[in-house]
């Protein structure tokens, strides 16, 4: 029988490699590989062993080319948005639980969101799930018109034709955000705007809709920032360069919180102590012992869910247009960044 060095260093190893090694014919092996019937209990427990012993494993994407269907869903998600790692982690146990295989294409600072969904194009996905995206909604029917597309994380007014929606109610979210620090007893309270990032105006919405609910329209006021830490750290250096500053933030994500709480910290302004900073997504930055951040919950599992279910109904014929839109609720998660102000 050959040994584990019959397969030349650094090549993977072959499905003739592995019938070698066990001393059975191609064909008996593909079929143990399979987990078909017929071969006996000796000759499969032969089998895999010797895949064992010389790290076989099955190519599914040559499984996939070879059949007529790839039950491949494609995902484009940003780098640089911790709260899309998390989506993506979600995504691969809900498709895995439909049957489904993921694969992957990363939008980046150095690679467009337009080149990744190329990429998954491109590569025999039956179905796609976008994160986030900023293409307009023009393109996103172009991409639906080849094959089923959902949305997640970002509203379209109006729909774009035969693209599904996933998303939180994030104008609810920032409302849930204010009542808190509201029954905290927060007054200043600043919103940090996303500008034209995907769900950016429904948050600066319900921001604006709870702080008139609670009497506070003349107290309503926008900082320019966005999606990342920089963004944050921006935005609070703006704060900080004022001689009265809020007793309360809310930051459009969880990352661009993170630049406001370092740039406190730098700055040796105490949170909650001083200011209360509350962030948007529930990422798992935002779970970090050191950092501990209030937070609106996006229900990540709970998206990614609704998400693939959406794909899978379309592909297997089970869609219907008047679901074309889910929306799901968010949840306020309090954790140590927010308190009573020390003023009023």
């Known amino acids: 029988m050959p040994s584990r060095s019959a397969v030349p260093d650094g090549k993977r190893p072959t499905l003739s490699d592995l019938a070698a090694r066990a001393g ?18 000796a000759s499969r427990e032969r089998v895999l062993r010797a895949a064992q012993e010389i790290g076989y494993r099955p190519d599914s994407r040559a499984r996939l080319l070879r059949s007529s269907r790839s039950h491949l869903v494609g995902v484009q998600f940003d780098l640089r948005q911790p709260f899309h790692a998390d989506m993506v982690e979600a995504l691969y146990a809900a498709a895995g639980a439909a049957g489904y295989q993921i694969a992957l294409s990363a939008a980046a600072a150095s ?54 929606v996933v998303r939180a ?12 620090l509201v029954a905290l007893g927060h007054r200043d309270i600043v919103h940090i705007d996303g500008g ?12 604006k809709s709870a702080m008139k609910q609670h009497g506070l329209t003349d107290r309503i006021r926008l900082v320019p920032g966005g999606l990342t830490e920089d963004h944050g750290a ?13 007793t309360a933030v809310l930051a459009f994500n969880d990352h661009c ?20 900073v ?6 798992h930055l935002a779970r970090l012992a050191h950092v501990q951040l209030t937070t609106v919950g996006q229900e990540a599992r709970q998206l990614a869910r609704r998400a693939v279910s959406r ?34």
């Open 111 to 164: 690679r467009s969101e337009q080149e990744a969904v190329e990429t998954l194009l491109a590569d025999r996905c039956e179905a796609l799930i976008l994160l986030s995206p900023h293409a307009p909604a023009a393109r996103l029917a172009e991409i639906a018109a080849q094959l089923p597309v959902v949305s997640v994380a970002r509203r379209l007014r109006p729909l774009a034709e035969g693209v599904d």
């Open 196 to 207: 034209r990032a995907p769900g950016a105006a429904d948050r600066r919405r319900g921001y």
């Open 311 to 344: 794909a899978v109904a379309r592909l297997e014929g089970g869609a219907t247009d008047d679901e074309r839109e889910v929306v799901v609720t968010p949840h306020l998660v309090i954790r140590s960044t927010t308190r009573a102000p020390c003023r009023s």
């Open 234 to 246: 921006a935005a609070a250096r703006t704060l900080l360069a004022e001689a009265a500053r809020p």
């Open 257 to 276: 919180a993170m630049g406001v709480l370092d740039t406190f910290l730098r700055a040796g302004i105490p949170v909650p102590d001083e200011i209360s």
């Open 169 to 180: 109610a994030d104008d609810e979210g920032a409302r849930q955000a204010v009542d808190h």
């Open 24 to 41: 059975v014919s191609v064909p008996l092996a593909s079929m143990v590989m399979r987990g078909a019937k017929g071969p006996s209990a």
């Open 278 to 283: 509350v962030g948007f997504d529930d990422s």
